[in-house]
């Protein structure tokens, strides 16, 4: 479908949702690269890569024996896009001499024309803006990238966006990252909130090959119903009332809209003659606050009175209500809706109105719960950095020695498929907020649905997955990749952990490679070779899922302990010994307590001898997830399981890290698994406390993070949530992340709080039993080693955190003593942290304990 015919789709079909999504849905299909030809201007496309494939290999997609359609929903974004109408273009710099590379091209709705920096004369150097005005104020949550379709001179690479409200006043970037260097449209996104202008920023040519920037359209979407950074007001004392209800027919009352039971409505009156649209409901919260969005829930147990074009008011008085401070169409579904306001408002009453009924079937309108959403308060509910834009989806991650995240995806940067022998990376250096990416073609191994594991060297064992039978080593020293001996059994979606002896095992993975039981095997670090274990058989560990083998052996959750022993905790309720020596063996310990089988849950060590399991579901899809949390103690062989509080939210492909003072934050998932999709998305983090066994929210995401997403504590205490789909021609592909502020790091006006300070004392490495002397610039409480770890399909078996014996030696010295037992402190890179009394951590050192 031509561009043109795109737009003119979205303007004249702009009350439905459902054909705009189509429309950009349309805009983004065919992200297999546009092939270039020579040209001698920089405004042509200079000499294009070699047939098929761009510069960094993304060809077209190749199915997989287990390759899944993305669902119906997968393909429509949840934002809208916004109409261009009215609309202006500026730029910092234009051609107008060589070409017609103005900037209002962007906005013409043709792909064949384009805005291209100045490049006659003395080329304009980067970077180079491309200014957006809408003249008038919306929420926006991304910039729609197409880049030129006629050649690859000036595709942007390293960017920046900025908002305002005054077209003067830009404040920090609200996204930065780097885009991959073919010709697909890319979507930019980014915590929605209320603009007029919103300014592009090329810092770099995707090519390195001048210093030009070029762009064919621009679009923005606009309210996703994700606000980020906010949570939930309590609704203690709250009101309601409507302009009409149904009191006849049925409870109907506008009461019900606050009673936390989503089988009981408010209903506009429908006896007798029904009242006609529009229908307003009005929510008293008896006492000021600010309010920054409007959560409306439809009813659960049929369609009528649906929400369609809905606006949200607000007023102090309950009087006067001013200018709409949100405006939509919701999509005519039974999932939950979110109006995300232009601008926080401090209010006590707020108004939804409804215009209309989302499926036309009648003058109505209902609702099963409407809540509100304010800002997150930073030193309660922590805070959330900009959105980065990644070259690819970071489906699996690493944290490297040097601040540096090692990120990858597939053979594409968008999607998976086939076998193809090489694999899209990406590191991320925390230092400078840069991200490069690479293809790693040496190994022959397209490493989508890995095993992943932290060799005690500080090297990143990497094996099967779409080359099922092949293992990779990346060595962050070198910035390398190599082979190493092929495993003896292929496999997809295993999982792995490093042992006391500084072996890696390895068990399960039917996803991928020939069909059959995928029994243990380890690989050694001296021979390089993998020794199969016939006495650990995958069966004992397989969950009761109705696909079989094929996913009731995936993502399992181990525990190294000493003695070469491993616990399997999960996804399977019962528990499993596994010894590694000789033939090896695997031996019942009991179920998780009262626990069904959780996949796509995850477990995480945040003591010694103590881990914490959080959510999944009894089957890898379409199955509903649990709240549920469970506590595992291991003493020597003996194992106890107990529940401890739920979480607030059900989640399945959620992520969860410990942090250093022993609290795990879980993101993300969702409440029904289907992968690629972003229904039912869980858009709150929870905070567990050991201590009470409780869950607390965390300030919201701005994007959702599900299927294929990770998350990784980092060395300065904060955490990078990030990725999820994958799925090619779809709208759930997230090739970006964020780095998330914990509450204890930051002062309540949202102010870092003062640090700790290692000042010395941290040698390079050190072996198990060592007692290092340390020092630091003020008083410490503790000191903690948290392991360097890799996540990828919510699993990081590499998590550990380890507290650490101390003792005052002197003014600001202290005595740390680290465990003699390889089975507490596994060896690999660490990251040791000193906390303050506060439990305040400092910046990590990093610590190789052998």
Same mark, same amino acid.
């Given at each position: 479908?031509p561009?043109?015919r795109?737009r003119a789709?979205?303007?004249?079909?702009?009350r439905?949702?459902?054909l705009?999504?189509?429309a950009l849905?349309?805009l983004l299909?065919?992200?297999?690269p546009?092939?270039?030809?020579?040209s001698?201007?920089?405004?042509?496309?200079?000499?294009?890569?070699?047939?098929g494939?761009?510069?960094?290999?993304q060809?077209?997609?190749?199915?997989s024996?287990?390759?899944?359609?993305?669902?119906?929903n997968?393909?429509?974004?949840?934002?809208p $896009? &916004?109409d261009?109408? *009215?609309?202006?273009a !500026?730029?910092? +710099?234009?051609?107008? #001499? =060589?070409e017609?590379?103005? %900037?209002?091209?962007?906005?013409?709705?043709s792909a064949?024309?384009?805005?291209?920096?100045?490049w006659?004369?003395?080329?304009?150097?980067?970077?180079?803006?491309?200014?957006l005005?809408m003249?008038?104020t919306?929420a926006?949550s991304a910039?729609?990238y197409?880049?030129?379709?006629?050649g690859?001179?000036?595709r942007?690479?390293e960017?920046?966006?900025?908002l305002?409200?005054?077209?003067?006043?830009?404040?920090?970037?609200?996204?930065?990252?780097?885009?991959?260097?073919?010709?697909s449209?890319?979507?930019?996104?980014f915590a929605p909130?209320?603009?007029?202008?919103?300014?592009?920023?090329a810092?770099?040519?995707a090519?390195?090959?001048?210093?030009?920037?070029?762009a064919?359209?621009?679009? $923005? &979407?606009?309210?996703? *119903?994700t606000?980020? !950074?906010t949570? +939930?007001?309590?609704? #203690? =004392?709250?009101?309601?009332t %409507?302009?009409d209800?149904?009191?006849?027919?049925?409870?109907?009352?506008?009461?019900?809209?606050?009673?936390?039971?989503?089988a009981?409505?408010?209903?506009s009156r429908?006896s007798?003659?029904?009242?006609?649209?529009p229908?307003?409901?009005t929510?008293?919260?008896?006492?000021?606050?600010?309010?920054s969005?409007?959560?409306?829930?439809?009813?659960?147990?049929?369609?009528?009175?649906?929400?369609g074009?809905y606006?949200?008011?607000?007023s102090?008085d309950g009087?006067?209500?001013?200018?709409?401070v949100?405006?939509?169409?919701?999509?005519?579904?039974d999932t939950?809706?979110t109006?995300?306001f232009?601008?926080?408002?401090?209010?006590r009453?707020?108004?939804?109105?409804?215009?209309?009924?989302a499926?036309?079937?009648?003058p109505w309108?209902?609702a !099963?719960?409407?809540?509100?959403?304010?800002p997150?308060?930073?030193?309660?509910?922590g805070s959330?950095?900009?959105?980065i834009?990644f070259?690819l989806?970071?489906?699996?991650?690493a944290?490297?020695?040097?601040?540096?995240?090692l990120?990858?995806?597939?053979?594409a940067v968008?999607?998976?498929?086939?076998?193809s022998g090489?694999?899209?990376t990406?590191v991320?250096?925390?230092?400078?907020?840069r991200?490069?990416?690479r293809?790693?073609?040496?190994?022959?191994?397209?490493?989508f649905c890995p095993g992943?594991?932290?060799?005690?060297?500080?090297r990143?064992?990497v094996t099967?997955?779409?080359?099922?039978e092949k293992?990779?080593?990346?060595?962050?020293?070198?910035?390398a990749?190599?082979?190493?001996?092929?495993m003896?059994?292929?496999?997809?979606?295993?999982?792995?952990?490093?042992?006391?002896t500084g072996?890696?095992?390895?068990l399960?993975?039917?996803?991928?490679?020939?069909a059959?039981d995928?029994?243990?095997?380890v690989?050694?670090?001296?021979t390089?070779t993998?020794?199969?274990?016939?006495?650990?058989?995958?069966a004992?560990?397989?969950?009761?899922?109705?696909?079989?083998?094929?996913?009731a052996?995936?993502h399992m959750?181990?525990y190294?302990?000493?003695?070469?022993r491993?616990?399997?905790?999960?996804p399977?309720r019962?528990m499993n010994?596994i010894?590694?020596?000789?033939?090896?063996?695997?031996?019942?310990?009991?179920p998780?307590?009262?626990?069904?089988?959780a996949?796509?849950g995850n477990a995480?060590?945040y003591?010694?001898?103590?881990?914490l399991?959080?959510?999944?579901?009894?089957?890898?899809?379409n199955?509903?997830?649990?709240?549920?949390a469970?506590?595992?103690?291991?003493e020597?062989t003996?194992?106890?399981?107990a529940?401890?509080?739920d979480m607030?939210h059900?989640?399945?492909?959620?992520?969860?890290?410990v942090?250093?003072?022993?609290?795990?934050?879980v993101?993300?998932?969702?409440?029904?698994?289907?992968?690629?999709s972003?229904?039912?998305?869980v858009?709150t983090?929870?905070?567990?406390?050991?201590?009470t066994?409780?869950?607390t929210?965390?300030?919201?995401?701005?994007?959702?993070?599900?299927?294929?997403?990770?998350?990784?504590?980092?060395?300065d205490?904060?955490?990078?949530s990030?990725?999820?789909?994958?799925?090619?021609?779809?709208?759930?592909?997230h090739a970006d992340?964020?780095?998330?502020?914990?509450?204890?790091?930051?002062?309540?006006?949202?102010?870092p709080?003062?640090?700790?300070?290692?000042?010395?004392?941290?040698?390079?490495?050190?072996a198990?039993?060592?007692?290092?002397?340390?020092?630091?610039?003020?008083?410490?409480?503790?000191?903690?080693?948290?392991?360097?770890a890799a996540a990828?399909?919510?699993?990081?078996n590499?998590?550990?955190?380890?507290p650490l014996v101390?003792?005052?030696?002197g003014?600001?010295?202290?005595?740390?003593s680290?465990?003699?037992?390889?089975?507490?402190v596994l060896p690999?890179?660490?990251?040791?942290?000193?906390?303050d009394a506060?439990g305040?951590?400092?910046?990590?050192?990093?610590?190789?304990?052998?």
């Open positions: 479908m561009y043109r795109i789709l979205a303007r004249g079909l702009r439905s949702p459902w705009v999504a189509f849905g349309s299909v065919g992200v297999t546009w092939l270039g030809v020579a001698t201007g920089p405004g042509g496309s200079g000499p294009g890569p070699r047939s494939a761009d510069a960094f290999g060809q077209t997609a190749r199915q024996p287990h390759h899944r359609v993305a669902p119906a997968a393909m429509e974004p949840s934002a $896009l &916004l261009r109408t *009215g609309w202006t !500026a730029a910092s +710099d234009e051609e107008t #001499t =060589g017609d590379g103005r %900037a209002a091209n962007v906005l013409d709705g064949a024309t384009i805005w291209h920096s100045r006659t004369g003395t080329p304009a150097p980067l970077p180079h803006t491309l200014t005005d003249h008038r919306a926006v910039l729609v197409r880049p030129r379709t006629g690859a001179n000036g942007v690479g960017y920046r966006i900025h305002s409200a005054d077209g003067q006043n830009w404040g920090s970037p609200v996204a930065t990252g780097t885009l991959a260097d073919d010709a449209p890319k979507t930019l996104g909130q209320g603009a007029r202008f919103v300014r592009l920023t810092v770099t040519e090519g390195n090959r001048g210093p030009w920037t070029s064919a359209e621009l679009d $923005l &979407l606009g309210d996703p *119903g606000p980020a !950074a949570v +939930d007001l309590p609704r #203690t =004392g709250w009101t309601a %409507a302009s209800e149904e009191t006849t027919g049925e409870d109907g009352r506008a009461a019900n809209v606050l009673d936390g039971d989503a009981t409505i408010w209903h429908w007798g003659t029904p009242a006609p649209l229908h307003t409901v929510l008293d919260m008896h006492r000021t606050a600010a309010v969005a409007l959560v409306y829930q439809p009813r659960t147990g049929g369609s009528n009175g649906r929400a074009t606006t949200v008011t607000t102090t009087t006067t209500f001013g200018a709409p949100a405006a939509g169409t919701w999509r005519d579904d939950v809706k109006a995300t232009t601008r926080t408002v401090d209010a009453h707020v108004r939804l109105t409804v215009t209309s009924e499926g036309g079937r009648g309108a209902s !099963a719960e409407i809540r509100l959403s304010g997150a308060a930073p030193a309660v509910h959330w950095d900009r959105i834009g070259p989806v970071p489906v699996a991650t944290v490297l020695p040097g601040d540096k995240l990120a990858w995806s597939a053979y968008d999607r998976f498929g086939g076998s090489y694999t899209q990406a991320f250096d925390l230092k400078t907020g991200v490069t990416q293809r790693i073609d040496n190994t022959g191994h397209d490493m992943i594991a932290m060799l005690a060297d500080g990143v064992l099967g997955g779409s080359n099922a293992a990779s080593i990346y060595d962050p020293a070198t910035d990749w190599s082979t190493t001996t092929r003896n059994t292929a496999r997809g979606y295993q999982a792995m952990t490093l042992l006391s072996e890696a095992f390895v399960g993975g039917s996803w991928s490679g020939a059959g995928k029994g243990g095997e690989w050694s670090p001296d390089r993998w020794r199969s274990l016939p006495g650990v058989p995958a004992p560990a397989l969950t009761a899922d109705p696909a079989g083998a094929y996913r052996d995936n959750w181990l190294g302990t000493s003695g070469g491993v616990l399997q905790l999960g399977s019962q010994w010894t590694t020596t000789g033939n090896g063996s695997i031996t019942p310990v009991g998780r307590a009262d626990s069904q089988d996949m796509t995480v060590a003591d010694i001898g103590k881990l399991t959080l959510g999944g579901s009894p089957a890898y899809e199955s509903p997830a649990t709240r549920r469970y506590t595992v103690a291991v020597g003996a194992v106890r399981a529940r401890t509080g607030r059900p989640r399945a492909f959620g992520n969860s890290v942090l250093p003072d022993g609290k795990v934050a993101f993300g998932g969702q409440a029904y698994p289907v992968p690629f972003d229904a039912t998305s858009l983090p929870e905070l567990w406390d050991p201590a066994g409780t869950f929210p965390l300030a919201t995401m701005a994007v959702p993070r599900n299927y294929h997403s990770v998350a990784n504590l980092l060395p205490g904060r955490v990078f990030g990725g999820g789909g994958l799925c090619g021609d779809c709208a759930t592909n992340g964020a780095v998330f502020t914990p509450p204890y790091l930051l002062e309540a006006d949202g102010s709080r003062p640090r700790p300070v290692i000042t010395g004392g941290v040698p390079p490495r050190a198990a039993g060592t007692a290092l002397t340390l020092t630091t610039g003020s008083p410490v409480s503790s000191f903690v080693l948290m392991r360097a990828t399909h919510s699993t990081d590499d998590q550990r955190r380890v101390s003792a005052p030696a003014t600001g010295a202290y005595t740390v680290l465990p003699a037992d390889t089975g507490v690999g890179t660490y990251m040791l942290f000193a906390l506060q305040v951590p400092s910046i990590a050192r990093f610590l190789t304990v052998s």
